[in-house]
């Protein structure tokens, strides 16, 4: 048991081998007796002493090989609560680190670590090694561990990262990676507070997320609502309930995005069933010029594809009835400062952001440019959508609707 091995880097002890690492170890032999010597050399027994040297030195790499690939094995497995116990026992008595780590069959290294890591000084400890505390932080550490996949994998946050650059939302690069890396896989839920750990330590990750924001939460309600300046106004509350399930097409919802500068917005339309969108710069925010715009949009569509339409309560949706009257599109409104009732089009507006910024001047946004957005939304996999782009399921839709009718 202490007999020294200086043949090979690592190899400090020799230990009993199993049978099976024998036979192995035999067979391995074996060929190097049949194929590694020459054949007129007459064996073993009759090779010259520098086939004698190549077959020790062979024999040797054999054996280390055995050693740090079969008998001391690539799998390490975690101290347990009852060999921590016995640490504890033992080193309180004096024995070595060298005599723990031979009775647990543990390397001293690993006792040495064990010791140094859980006696530390705290505010609450005055130090010194205790079996139960030490248990207690490991499992802690392994907690922490799994939440923080990412910080112990520079591949996963860099793949992460890069994907959050490229517009993604944590939901989505957490089923890609489930898809397409599964040795690789994080939730989404780790991917945001590993985002907002790192804003924390002043690395700013919660600007690659969808919506930027610097906490996690909901904002309180503010400022008044013009709801009696809009002539023949429709509760959401009348709406179908069937609509909600979104399990029909033809049901809208549209808002307007506003920006820093005064007078500049982006009108955005949302079908509800494929989450396709629409994006224009209207010249202004007057009712008649986004009833005009959202005209444009779906007169073009099959009435089955434009059947109803909802929005907030803003006056430059206060010409509503135009559409009604022009296309028999039926229009609601949303419940004063209930704008999660068209959750679809609030979604998107956050999802909008990474590429159009409140601080944006859209004086320098082409209208090809604005198109181009849309078309990679449009382009995008979705979860909802059985990760499905919402081009190809809004195409799909309208396609089905042309041949029932």
Same mark, same amino acid.
Not at 68 to 85: D, F, H
Not at 211 to 240: A, C, D, F, M
């Given at each position: 048991?202490?007999?020294?091995?200086?043949?090979?880097?690592?190899?400090?002890?020799?230990?009993?081998?199993?049978?099976?690492?024998?036979?192995?170890?035999?067979?391995?032999?074996?060929?190097?007796?049949?194929?590694?010597?020459?054949?007129?050399?007459?064996?073993?027994?009759?090779?010259?002493?520098?086939?004698?040297?190549?077959?020790?030195?062979?024999?040797?790499?054999?054996?280390?090989?055995?050693?740090?690939?079969?008998?001391?094995?690539?799998?390490?497995?975690?101290?347990?609560?009852?060999?921590?116990?016995?640490?504890?026992?033992?080193?309180?008595?004096?024995?070595? =680190?060298?005599?723990?780590?031979? /009775?647990? &069959?543990?390397? +001293?290294?690993? $006792? *040495?670590?064990? #010791?140094?890591? %859980?006696?530390?000084?705290?505010?609450?400890?005055?130090?010194?090694?205790?079996?139960?505390?030490?248990?207690?932080?490991?499992?802690?550490?392994?907690?922490?561990?799994?939440?923080?996949?990412?910080?112990?994998?520079?591949?996963?946050?860099? =793949?992460?990262?890069?994907?959050? /650059?490229? &517009?993604?939302? +944590?939901?989505? $690069? *957490?089923?890609? #990676?489930?898809? %397409?890396?599964?040795?690789?896989?994080?939730?989404?839920?780790?991917?945001?507070?590993?985002?907002?750990?790192?804003?924390?330590?002043?690395?700013?990750?919660?600007?690659?997320?969808?919506?930027?924001?610097?906490?996690?939460?909901?904002?309180?309600?503010?400022?008044?609502?013009?709801?009696?300046?809009?002539?023949?106004?429709?509760?959401?509350?009348?709406?179908?309930?069937?609509?909600?399930?979104?399990?029909?097409?033809?049901?809208?919802?549209?808002?307007?995005?506003?920006?820093?500068?005064?007078?500049?917005?982006?009108?955005?339309?949302?079908?509800?069933?494929?989450?396709?969108?629409?994006?224009?710069?209207?010249?202004?925010?007057?009712?008649?010029?986004?009833?005009?715009?959202?005209?444009?949009?779906?007169?073009?569509?099959?009435?089955?594809?434009?059947?109803?339409?909802?929005?907030?309560?803003?006056?430059?949706?206060?010409?509503?009835?135009?559409?009604?009257?022009?296309?028999?599109?039926?229009?609601?409104?949303?419940?004063?400062?209930?704008?999660?009732?068209?959750?679809?089009?609030?979604?998107?507006?956050?999802?909008?952001?990474?590429?159009?910024?409140?601080?944006?001047?859209?004086?320098?946004?082409?209208?090809?440019?604005?198109?181009?957005?849309?078309?990679?939304?449009?382009?995008?996999?979705?979860?909802?959508?059985?990760?499905?782009?919402?081009?190809?399921?809004?195409?799909?839709?309208?396609?089905?609707?042309?041949?029932?009718?």
């Amino acid at each position: 048991m202490g007999t020294q091995g200086r043949g090979c880097s690592g190899l400090w002890r020799i230990r009993p081998l199993s049978t099976a690492l024998a036979l192995t170890i035999g067979g391995w032999i074996g060929w190097f007796k049949t194929f590694a010597l020459p054949s007129g050399g007459g064996g073993l027994g009759s090779a010259s002493g520098r086939t004698r040297r190549l077959r020790n030195k062979t024999r040797l790499m054999i054996i280390c090989f055995a050693w740090n690939g079969v008998a001391r094995g690539n799998k390490y497995n975690q101290l347990s609560a009852k060999e921590r116990v016995k640490i504890y026992h033992w080193h309180a008595n004096g024995k070595s =680190l060298r005599w723990i780590g031979e /009775a647990l &069959g543990r390397q +001293p290294s690993t $006792i *040495s670590r064990e #010791l140094k890591r %859980n006696s530390k000084k705290t505010k609450r400890w005055k130090e010194g090694y205790d079996p139960l505390r030490a248990e207690a932080l490991t499992q802690r550490r392994r907690r922490w561990d799994g939440r923080f996949k990412m910080a112990r994998q520079p591949k996963l946050r860099r =793949l992460v990262r890069n994907k959050l /650059a490229m &517009g993604w939302s +944590p939901e989505q $690069i *957490s089923a890609w #990676l489930t898809q %397409n890396h599964p040795t690789m896989s994080v939730s989404y839920e780790s991917i945001y507070r590993y985002a907002y750990h790192r804003s924390a330590q002043k690395d700013y990750w919660h600007r690659l997320l969808p919506r930027k924001k610097h906490r996690r939460g909901r904002l309180g309600k503010r400022g008044g609502t013009p709801v009696q300046h809009i002539k023949y106004r429709v509760s959401i509350e009348k709406r179908p309930s069937f609509i909600h399930k979104r399990k029909q097409p033809g049901h809208w919802e549209t808002d307007c995005i506003l920006f820093s500068r005064y007078g500049q917005s982006i009108l955005v339309a949302q079908e509800r069933k494929s989450r396709f969108i629409r994006l224009g710069k209207p010249p202004s925010r007057k009712a008649s010029t986004t009833a005009s715009r959202l005209k444009t949009w779906l007169k073009p569509l099959h009435p089955q594809m434009r059947r109803t339409l909802t929005q907030d309560n803003g006056t430059e949706f206060a010409e509503h009835y135009r559409l009604r009257d022009s296309l028999g599109l039926k229009t609601f409104f949303c419940r004063p400062h209930h704008p999660w009732e068209k959750g679809g089009i609030e979604n998107m507006n956050g999802r909008l952001q990474k590429d159009l910024p409140r601080r944006m001047d859209l004086s320098s946004l082409s209208p090809q440019a604005l198109r181009a957005i849309a078309d990679r939304h449009n382009n995008t996999p979705r979860k909802c959508l059985g990760f499905k782009t919402p081009a190809e399921v809004f195409s799909n839709l309208c396609s089905t609707v042309a041949l029932q009718t």
